[in-house]
């Protein structure tokens, strides 16, 4: 039962990891990046690293996403505005 | 099954990395490449632990459990993998602040238009 | 064989793959959606994790997935507030279902647990998590709407 | 050089890589197997110092110099986060206007974000006795307190940050952590060497020795680290506004972005 497990959050993080990849729009990369610090977390509570999934929760969950977020936000807010660039 | 079990992990690390790699290489958006960097990332994780685990086993936390009771998994990998999963986000936090930047001096995250500029 | 692994497995296989998919493909409504219930279904299988493994401590994780899976959402709830009030993802049947697994592990674990610490943190586990859920479907749902439209 | 070509070139190196990386996973010790003559030595090592979470003896005891050095790390990138990020001359902060956010969604995350500061808390103090630690909980509280911009408003979120204390704090906690390796030296031992203190009775909050201290430490730096991170983040997202973006708004050719032209410049700032 315990190798079903890991076989199943491998496959998970597999699948998540392509996926973010594939997702060329940031903002939809930040979601699966979300999804994928969830499946990290369950891959390594059943690895039996429950440190490590507490890292990856507290990390992937929510700081990360926010961190890209606001970056999307402000590279948006400035490429929305017209075009003549400082350069 | 047990003999594919025995390397699967690896393998899926591996994998996860060459991904990230493919997506850094291919990526249009400089935000993106930062998310496939944190992919990649998460493939040293996988890794790690990997090579840390034994099979029954748990986790080396004694708080419930009698020291000595159940065989335990390797604690030297997850404390190594630990530290890198905060430290890392905070340097994918700095590849933002570049990117930040980037999109203020040249106004725009396409690592292709960038490279015009310059030349 | 172990029943509590075998649920988490299954409640795992359910939540992390109808997750995946439905954050991979969609308009960004479904995919909000499936992000908040991803977070929702995984906080009950490692609930049923920790039981499986005889760990009372791995029940901190179910524990910040509970209050930080919301928290997450609410993030795309409010930066992508402008790109929702077009398209408000309602999946008010999905959510509750959601909110039942989440409730009927705990309600189990609780009775298997007994009164004591386990229990209330426990139960603390299942308002945080069966609240943040209902909050985060509603945040998304035009919990930022009005917002700068006038 | 082309996309094309360059494109090649990656698939080419990366099936090289693949190919080493794959025989290397052949010959690695098989995954599950039960030799770890480290991992044991560790568990050891973590018992003879009554400190019950081996993965916090690693870090902060067996490992503690390493860990300092993930400590500067961190602080380094802090720093160039703050240095990047700075207001440049050319911008000036427009406050935001303040949001409107649903009834229900505001009170959950208010109520919220006290249990969430104090989980956070939880998670550094048993560092040392059940899953969690410094690196861990002090993100938790970090984010929580971010919970008073998701669910209320940036103004809300400045009032109860003032982002110098975070600063100091932020360094203080590093320095406390350099103070507590030196304190060894002068003890007559080695830095960061964990002789320092009764190691206590094993499996309560003060067992360890310095393990506890360390951990607090951490979790402390942590907490301000990512503070301060976010705090320069959503200045650059929400305040922060460039003089020339600014005066292309006013001239009125902003439907681009989206929003209503009633806002002009600030148009997104409001949220």
Avoid at chain 1, 45 to 64: C, E, I, K, R
Avoid at chain 3, 14 to 43: F, Y
Avoid at chain 4, 22 to 49: K, S
């Amino acid at each position: 039962m315990a190798d079903a497990l890991i076989v199943l959050a491998l496959l998970a993080v597999a699948g998540c990891a392509t996926s973010a990849v594939l997702n060329r729009d940031p903002t939809r990369q930040a979601l699966v990046l979300a999804v994928l610090g969830t499946v990290l977390a369950v891959l390594f509570t059943v690895l039996q690293a429950p440190d490590v999934g507490l890292s990856q929760l507290a990390v992937g969950s929510a700081l990360t996403p926010l961190l890209i977020m606001l970056t999307v936000r402000k590279v948006r807010r400035r490429s929305a505005a017209p075009k003549d660039g400082p350069e | 099954m047990s003999a594919v079990l025995h390397v699967l992990p690896y393998l899926i690390a591996a994998y996860v990395f060459l991904i990230g790699c493919y997506g850094l290489a291919t990526s249009r958006n400089l935000i993106h490449a930062v998310g496939c960097l944190a992919v990649c990332q998460s493939a040293t994780y996988v890794l790690l632990l990997a090579v840390g685990y034994r099979d029954g086993a748990t986790a080396p936390v004694f708080s419930d459990l009698a020291p000595g009771s159940r065989p335990v998994v390797d604690p030297v990998v997850q404390a190594l993998t630990l530290t890198d999963v905060v430290v890392g986000a905070t340097v994918t936090a700095l590849l933002l602040a570049l990117t930040v930047q980037i999109s203020k001096r040249h106004g725009t995250v396409d690592p292709d238009e960038l490279r015009e500029l310059r030349g | 064989m172990n029943g509590w692994l075998l649920a988490a497995t299954a409640v795992l296989a359910v939540g992390l793959g109808a997750g995946l998919w439905g954050v991979s493909t969609g308009p960004l409504g479904r995919r909000v959606t499936a992000q908040n219930l991803s977070t929702a279904m995984v906080c009950p299988g490692l609930l049923l994790l920790a039981q499986g493994y005889g760990r009372t401590s791995y029940v901190d994780l179910a524990l910040l997935l509970a209050l930080l899976g919301p928290v997450g959402t609410l993030v795309f709830a409010r930066l992508l507030a402008d790109e929702l009030t077009d398209d408000p993802p309602r999946a008010w049947g999905l959510t509750w279902a959601a909110a039942a697994v989440g409730a009927v592990v705990v309600t189990v674990l609780c009775a298997v647990a007994g009164p004591g610490r386990a229990m209330v943190k426990l139960l603390l586990i299942g308002a945080l998590l069966i609240g943040g859920n209902l909050m985060a479907s509603r945040a998304l749902s035009g919990g930022f709407a009005a917002v700068d439209r006038g | 050089m082309s996309r094309r070509a360059r494109l090649w070139l990656v698939l080419l190196g990366g099936s090289g890589l693949a190919a080493l990386l794959v025989a290397a996973c052949l010959r690695l010790p098989a995954f599950g197997g039960a030799r770890h003559p480290y991992g044991d030595r560790a568990v050891a090592a973590a018992l003879a110092r009554r400190t019950a979470n081996t993965i916090a003896s690693v870090n902060f005891d067996q490992r503690a110099f390493d860990t300092m050095g993930e400590m500067s790390i961190l602080f380094a990138a802090v720093l160039g986060c703050v240095v990047l990020l700075r207001q440049a001359r050319d911008e000036h902060r427009d406050p935001p206007r303040p949001a409107e956010v649903a009834a229900p969604v505001r009170r959950y995350a208010l109520s919220t974000l006290p249990v969430a500061l104090v989980t956070g808390l939880y998670v550094i103090a048993h560092g040392q006795l059940s899953p969690g630690g410094g690196f861990q909980g002090g993100v938790v509280a970090a984010t929580a307190l971010h919970l008073m911009y998701l669910g209320a408003d940036y103004a809300a979120l400045e009032r109860v940050r003032p982002v110098e204390a975070y600063e100091i704090a932020d360094a203080l906690s590093a320095a406390a952590y350099l103070v507590l390796g030196f304190a060894g030296v002068l003890a007559g031992t080695a830095f960061l060497a964990n002789t320092l203190l009764p190691l206590g009775t094993f499996n309560t909050l003060s067992s360890g020795g310095t393990v506890p201290l360390l951990n607090a430490a951490i979790g402390m730096e942590v907490a301000c680290a990512v503070v301060v991170l976010l705090a320069r983040f959503l200045d650059q997202a929400v305040e922060i506004v460039e003089e020339n973006v600014r005066e292309n708004g006013k001239n009125g050719d902003n439907g681009t972005n989206g929003m209503d032209g009633k806002n002009g410049e600030n148009g997104e700032n409001g949220e």
